[in-house]
């Protein structure tokens, strides 16, 4: 299976910040990278699918990047509304492989 | 408005059985693969298992293989997750998940199942 390695686990920000975190894949995963958005008890919403490509509705604070095995999420100007945890997805091969998340918590 | 509500969960004892159901509606379900994934207590998210929009192709986490099983009616728009030999480590929340072809990625979420093994 492919493993999927999310830095940092936690980060601590502040609302204006620009925030970047890293999602690394075991193997290539060709660009096949979502990023998803959840907040306390809420489901996850999708943000980005293909590595790069804003979902629909998603605002353009939000941006994707990387290929091979090294994938990050940028949110620039963060917003109190952005403050959740974020997961990266595998969907090159089953199974669908999840990163352990990064937590955004405010100053 | 697409819309995918589970139901099915509870309190069941190690060794049990539950049965999950999840009704989708405001798309065409039989379009669609789907997908259950799972989040324990304080915990990640985990992909259980996958069924294509016919059926043809099914794939589940080595967690649960040999125990869970899904399934799905079209002429129903709903979703099935048959667990069985239920194990304490199988609390948790459990979702589905509609899959967007061709991106393959899980575009709608229900509002998640919770399911607890505990004796």
């Known amino acids: 299976d492919i493993q999927m390695t999310q830095s940092p686990s936690s980060l601590s920000v502040s609302l204006g910040d620009n925030v970047t975190f890293t999602c690394e894949a075991s193997e290539n995963i060709y660009g096949f990278l979502a990023w998803y958005q959840q907040k306390l008890g809420k489901a996850p919403k999708l943000l980005i699918y293909?590595?790069?490509n804003l979902e629909d509705g998603v605002p353009t604070r939000f941006s994707g990047s990387g290929s091979w095995t090294n994938y990050s999420l940028t949110i620039s100007s963060l917003e109190p509304e952005d403050i959740a945890t974020y997961y990266c997805?595998?969907?090159?091969?089953?199974?669908?492989?999840f990163g352990a998340g990064t937590k955004l918590e405010l100053k | 408005e697409v819309q995918l509500v589970e139901s099915g969960g509870g309190l069941v004892q190690p060794g049990r059985s539950l049965k999950l159901s999840c009704v989708a509606s405001?798309?065409?379900?039989?379009?669609?693969?789907m997908n259950w994934i799972r989040q324990a207590p304080g915990k990640g998210l985990e992909w259980v298992a996958y069924i294509s929009s016919g059926s043809s192709y099914i794939y589940y986490a080595e967690t649960v293989k040999g125990r869970f099983t899904i399934s799905r009616d079209n002429a129903k728009n709903t979703l099935y997750l048959q667990m069985t030999s239920l194990r304490s480590e199988d609390t948790a929340l459990y979702y589905c998940?509609?899959?967007?072809?061709?991106?393959?990625?899980?575009?709608?979420w229900g509002q998640g199942a919770s399911v607890t093994v505990s004796s």
């Open positions: 405001g798309f065409t379900f039989s379009n669609y693969g």
């Open positions: 997805q595998n969907n090159h091969v089953y199974p669908d492989t």
């Open positions: 998940a509609r899959r967007s072809s061709p991106r393959g990625v899980m575009d709608a």
């Open positions: 293909g590595a790069t």
